[in-house]
């Protein structure tokens, strides 16, 4: 289990690490915190000729909440340094994200593991893509053509696959607006494993009456998804479970040795019922 | 007694001698050796369950830089490792496990070719590159295939891919007692197969030694004597040439108590360059390419009177072996051990068994930590449950009824069991669980609709097995005693050799509490070696729970005969009889007049610088060697487990709430040894009974290569353990202790099951089958049954 | 690796801070942390396991955080400071640290193989962490796998060593607020 031979680039600005993707091409490959990538090196299911190693790139590791009240995450910021800030650097309303890092992992992973290299990875399981699907976050991307803003519902496209041309790295992670009743949620065998369905939810509420509400599932599809017949529920006021219920109908989740498609349905009703509550609860 | 200690250390947890150099990172293990000029071994492993190889190229692998060297069977000359039982030919088929691959793979990740590289990482750039070709046979990858008429085989000689089938009682009548009897019972049950999982895979660095004409093997193996006599067989050298070192060794648990072709390959391959070879195993290959174990399926009926007592009990078992016999103690292992011994603690009038090992193309299977009998407590605790059931008894009530309470009591097994708590740990333990509240506890989670449950699993372990309870299983190679030498150099400080090999039983601290206590020095004073075939005479390794038993007699043996010998020394001196001496905090003493005494170091000086001094009937040194074997049966450790489960039913996650454990090991040489022991025990029993398995799909490809898909439980998953302990010395160990190291992973399986299928008890659902994932709970959970009471 | 002629054209000269010394290593790119820390530096207390992030057995702490030495290139940790097991006990008198001692107290390593690992895993979470609870001890404990203990000891003994170390500084404040 060790990794095959590549040439290993540190780069000293997004400028340049751009440049030697657009001059490596499909070889190379991008290393923020490395705790997929790595693994999959010493497996040897990955073998870039060329590793571009951004970890050098602090101006891409921030947050911080503008006077927009949107979040913005750099790209490198580790998912400990997430778990970790304060209430200044979060803001209010960010809650749910600094709670699903527990989720993550285990904290030797969270201290490496960074948010964009978490996204850009593209896992159908992870908890920031789930996030990002849920709260409508925006990617920065910048490349040798310039930057662009990609929103979430285009970035994924399905396992390990996202929007991120080859030259391009992510720079940073915009969540729009506060979500002060938000709450993710899932399920593993062991504490730390991927999840074998996880569930977010996003309610606009006063904290009595529902008025709507995000609903959106991992390990169900090939990348998070926002399950739009749940979300029908809670605008007309339906019960979480019920909620829960058209959540596990609409989808068509996938069967394998985590379990089967039924168990994955009978998961769903569970944790989008019990996100449901804990996002009320907030 | 000889001694006198006002300190006596056995039955005190002392610091132990192992743990600063462990805890400061200066442990030695396999992989921390680095020789000059050292090369890096690897394997080319097959990629197919079953085929012939038709063609091995290696020449692409030798062009790749870094690699020195790439060998198959041929080119080194290797043979084959052959383990066997003296049984006749129905009962027992030998087969040849070949140290690399020739002609024919059996299982995917079965070794064919060796690469040496400058580096670990050249070494794997090499394996990329090797061409192997195979003709593929249908794959055999489960009982019902292997057993069908007409059935590939695995081997061309077992027939129905037959390697053991054993019918080793069959009480006369046993059809009539199940006929007649009030209450029958019926248990079908399979275990997953799992990974004894040391954390430390398995290595070894190999190196010739030229001025010794030795090869010298470091390997981290709970049996360097039996490592030694294969390595030697397979290379063509006297066993005197050969070498087994053991440094630290990261846990074994079975795993690295059988002989492996890789290290005898990387001997090979060291002996061919004349240059030191490393191989450590990756832990891909570790999971799905080393020595898997406990896949077993039982099917079973007990039969009952009508007041709960047990009339008999008939099983089949046929255990799962894979592709090979392992080295030395062949595919019999697991059936063997599971027909005579099944009926356990209880009194079994009458008992029918047959035992088959079949193969398959899966991974071979060596001996782990419990051998077959988590599997069959597990069989007869559930038929105990089914039965109470049955008869609308309680369930501990129809155990008491049936508990062996008489000793010495012999079985219906042909095996005397020795004094031990059967029914005391089972009370005990009830209390325990009641005390805490745990059935109150239940009773309202009843009310509430949510699902609590209750499991306990009584057993006993042989520990202690002598060279008469293996030889009875007709191993060609019969294992069982074991030698110890105890040295005094002229300071007063002891050398203690022992053939055991402690990897994390501390035996480094316990066989010095012996030592120490026989001879009344200090702890410091005792030093303990172990795995080094040329500084020990000869040894069985540490297994079966064999070591304080056997191995600690042993010290305690040669400990006092050293002590007789300062005596004597001293009683020369003195010109009295050795009898009125007495050996007391590092002197031998008179026992007329204690204040007339000399001290260790005194005597050593006599015996080593003035040994004119000696009479002439004591010969000069400090050195004595014993050998302790177990004559009868064996002494039986036993324990009651109890479990409290709660299922939940949005996930299905069984959740341990509260564990307990009432164990008798009789004297505990070291408690908190004897309680980590037991945690650690019961964390793989749980193991085993809610995690892990690695299955194989139709092609025989196994589902783990990495921890991901081979779920080994997490400080989440493993709940705390209360542990008391109740003592019944054994009679006839040195030390009055009896073994520890299995009885934890013994007891948990059946107690887990237990509770889980107690929480179950409104669903109608019974589970018998490990491990029980969540999945399996949501199931039952969701029966109609369960349903209709609501 | 002493044979340093089958680096490939691709060595690299790094520079790696451990346990506050600085080392120059001539090494290829693809070389792991946890590889070079053993067997270049010939620092053997960190252990491989699994090489996949899982079991913990290469916890090193990277800037004071318990991070997988084998899920990082050592090329990366140029610039950090790596903290291994070799940095707990006294650098003169090797006596154990208090951690270390509490661990062999309360019988948390058997065999002591992934003993390196949990006392790096518990050292830079303790750190951060003074306060936490056995709960949350119990939690971080998860991260590693450990196959002899059960791990009951080992949460007993972080634990332990948390609560001792919070009743020595709060007896420190109380003595320089008597003075």
């Excluded at chain 1, 709260?135 to 696959?161: C, K, M, N, S």
């Amino acid at each position: 289990m060790k990794p095959a031979p590549f040439r290993y680039h540190r780069a000293r600005d997004v400028e340049g690490a751009t440049a030697l993707l657009a001059e490596l091409g499909d070889d190379a490959k991008v290393i923020a915190g490395g705790q997929s990538l790595v693994a999959m090196m010493n497996f040897r299911l990955a073998r870039p000729a060329h590793l571009v190693d951004i970890g050098g790139l602090r101006e891409l590791d921030h947050l911080g909440v503008g006077a927009d009240g949107e979040l913005r995450i750099g790209a490198l910021t580790t998912h400990h340094t997430v778990e970790t800030a304060s209430p200044r650097e979060l803001g209010a309303g960010f809650d749910v994200i600094r709670d699903a890092m527990a989720w993550i992992g285990h904290l030797p992973i969270r201290t490496r593991g960074t948010v964009g290299g978490s996204m850009a990875h593209g896992d159908a399981t992870a908890e920031w893509c789930l996030l990002a699907v849920l709260l409508d976050a925006e990617f920065v991307a910048r490349g040798p053509r310039g930057q662009r803003r990609i929103p979430a519902r285009e970035f994924f496209f399905g396992y390990y696959t996202t929007a991120l041309d080859p030259d391009e790295i992510l720079v940073e992670i915009v969540f729009p607006r506060p979500a002060p009743h938000a709450a993710l949620t899932e399920f593993a065998e062991r504490r730390g494993d991927f999840a074998i369905v996880s569930a977010a939810v996003d309610l606009d509420t006063d904290g009595r009456t529902v008025n709507s509400g995000r609903v959106a599932l991992g390990g169900v599809a090939a990348m998070p998804v926002r399950v739009p017949e749940a979300e029908a529920v809670l605008a007309a006021g339906g019960s979480f479970r019920d909620c829960a219920e058209a959540a596990a109908d609409a989808v068509d989740p996938p069967g394998d040795a985590n379990g089967s498609a039924h168990y994955r349905k009978h998961l769903i009703r569970t944790l989008v019922e019990r996100a449901c509550e804990e996002a009320m609860s907030r | 007694m000889t001694s006198v200690t006002e300190n006596q250390l056995v039955g005190r947890s002392v610091a132990r001698r192992e743990d600063p150099r462990l805890l400061t990172g200066h442990g030695r293990f396999v992989d921390d050796i680095e020789l000059p000029g050292m090369l890096h071994a690897q394997f080319v492993r097959s990629t197919v369950a079953h085929g012939l190889i038709t063609a091995v190229d290696l020449t692409a692998v030798r062009r790749v830089p870094g690699v020195v060297a790439a060998f198959t069977a041929a080119d080194l000359g290797l043979g084959d490792i052959t383990a066997r039982l003296d049984r006749p030919p129905a009962e027992f088929v030998p087969t040849a496990m070949p140290v690399l691959a020739r002609d024919r793979v059996r299982y995917v990740g079965e070794p064919i070719a060796v690469v040496v590289a400058r580096d670990p990482y050249a070494a794997e750039d090499g394996l990329e590159a090797a061409r192997v070709t195979y003709e593929s046979l249908p794959p055999v990858t489960c009982e019902e295939q292997a057993l069908a008429p007409g059935a590939a085989l695995v081997h061309e000689e077992a027939v129905r891919n037959t390697l053991v089938d054993v019918s080793l009682f069959a009480t006369e009548g046993i059809d009539g007692i199940f006929e007649n009897a009030p209450c029958v019972v019926r248990v079908e049950a399979r275990t997953g197969r799992q990974n004894a999982l040391p954390l430390e895979t398995r290595g070894a660095v190999a190196q010739w030694d030229a001025r010794e004409e030795q090869l010298v093997v470091h390997t981290c193996t709970q049996i360097p004597h039996q490592v030694r006599t294969v390595a030697s067989r397979c290379l063509g050298l006297d066993e005197r040439a050969v070498r087994v070192i053991v440094p630290d060794m990261g846990g074994g648990f079975g795993l690295k108590c059988v002989v492996g072709r890789e290290e005898i390959a990387a001997a090979a391959a060291a002996l061919r360059l004349r240059r030191p070879v490393k191989w450590i195993e990756d832990r891909k290959d570790a999971l799905s390419a080393s020595f898997l174990a406990r896949e077993q399926h039982y099917t079973a009926r007990a039969a009952f009177d009508a007041d709960g007592r047990i009339l008999g009990l008939d099983a089949d078992v046929v255990c799962d072996m894979g592709a090979y016999s392992c080295y030395p103690f062949t595919a019999g292992i697991e059936p063997l051990m599971a027909a005579g011994e099944m009926p356990g603690v209880y009194k079994v009038p009458a008992y029918r068994v047959r035992g088959r090992a079949i193969t398959t193309n899966k991974a071979p299977t060596a001996p782990y930590r419990g051998v077959s009998r988590p599997q069959y407590v597990m069989v007869v605790e559930r038929l105990m449950e089914r039965a109470a059931r049955e008869l609308d008894m309680d369930p501990l009530e129809i155990r008491r009824r049936n508990l062996i309470t008489d000793f010495p009591y012999t079985g219906v097994n042909h095996i005397t069991y020795d004094p031990g708590s059967y029914l005391e740990s089972l009370d005990l333990c009830e209390q325990a669980l009641k005390e805490a509240g745990w059935y109150d506890r239940q009773a309202a989670a009843r009310a509430e609709g949510r699902h609590i449950g209750i499991g306990y699993s009584c057993f006993s372990e042989r520990t202690g097995y002598g060279s008469a309870a293996f030889a009875a299983r007709k191993m060609q190679v019969v294992p069982g005693f074991d030698l110890s030498e105890v040295r005094m150099d002229t300071g007063g400080a002891v050398t203690v050799t022992t053939g055991t090999m402690s990897h994390g039983q501390s035996h480094e601290t316990t066989m010095a509490q012996i030592v120490a206590d026989a001879l009344g020095v200090d702890l410091a004073k005792v030093k303990l070696h172990q795995g080094d075939t040329d500084r020990i005479t000869y040894g069985w390794g540490t297994f079966a729970s064999r070591s304080i038993t056997v191995g600690g007699s042993a010290v305690r043996r040669a400990a006092v005969k050293l002590g007789d010998k300062l005596r004597a020394i001293a009683a020369a001196e003195w010109g009295v009889p050795p009898e009125e001496t007495e050996l007391a905090r590092g002197r031998v003493r008179r026992r007329d007049e204690p204040g007339i005494e000399l001290t260790y170091e005194h005597l050593a000086d006599i015996a080593y610088l003035k040994s004119h001094l000696l009479p002439e009937d004591i010969e000069p040194g400090l050195t004595a060697t014993a050998a302790f074997d177990v004559t009868t049966d064996g002494t039986f450790s036993n324990a009651t487990h109890g479990a409290v489960v709660e299922l939940h039913e949005g996930t299905g996650q069984v959740e341990i709430l509260a564990y307990v454990c009432v164990e008798d090991c009789g004297v505990a040489i070291h408690p908190q040894v004897v309680e980590g022991q037991c945690r650690g025990g019961i964390a793989q029993g749980i193991a085993g009974a809610l995690f892990e398995q690695i299955t194989y799909d139709a092609q025989g490809e196994p589902s783990a290569t990495s921890f991901m898909d081979y779920k080994v439980p997490t400080a989440h998953e493993i709940p705390d353990v209360t542990i008391h302990h109740l003592e019944t010395p054994c009679a006839f160990t040195e030390t009055g202790a009896k073994g520890a190291g299995e009885g934890g992973t013994i007891g948990a399986p059946a107690a887990v099951l237990n509770a889980v299928n107690d929480a179950l008890r409104a669903t109608g659902v019974e589970l018998d089958t490990t491990p029980i994932t969540p999945e399996t709970v949501h199931r039952a959970l969701t029966s109609p049954a369960l349903e209709q009471t609501r | 690796m002493n044979d340093t002629s089958g680096l490939g054209d691709d060595a690299q000269l790094i520079t790696l801070d451990v346990n506050g010394t600085s080392y120059e290593v001539i090494t290829a790119p693809r070389r792991t942390l946890v590889d070079v820390l053993r067997h270049d530096l010939r620092l053997t207390g960190t252990h491989v396991g699994c090489e996949h992030g899982i079991c913990g057995a290469c916890t090193v702490l990277v800037d004071g955080l318990p991070s997988r030495a084998c899920l990082m290139f050592a090329a990366q940790a140029e610039g950090a400071r790596i903290t291994t097991v070799e940095s707990l006990a006294d650098a003169d008198t090797g006596e154990l640290g208090d951690l270390q001692r509490a661990f062999s107290d309360h019988h948390g390593l058997q065999c002591g193989f992934c003993t390196p690992g949990f006392l790096m895993l518990a050292q830079g979470f303790l750190t951060e962490r003074p306060e936490a609870s056995k709960e949350e001890i119990r939690e971080v404990v998860a991260a590693n796998l450990c196959r002899c203990t059960g791990y009951q000891t080992i949460v007993e003994a972080i634990d332990a060593c948390a609560t001792a170390r919070r009743a020595q500084r709060a007896a420190g404040t109380e003595e320089t607020s008597c003075n």
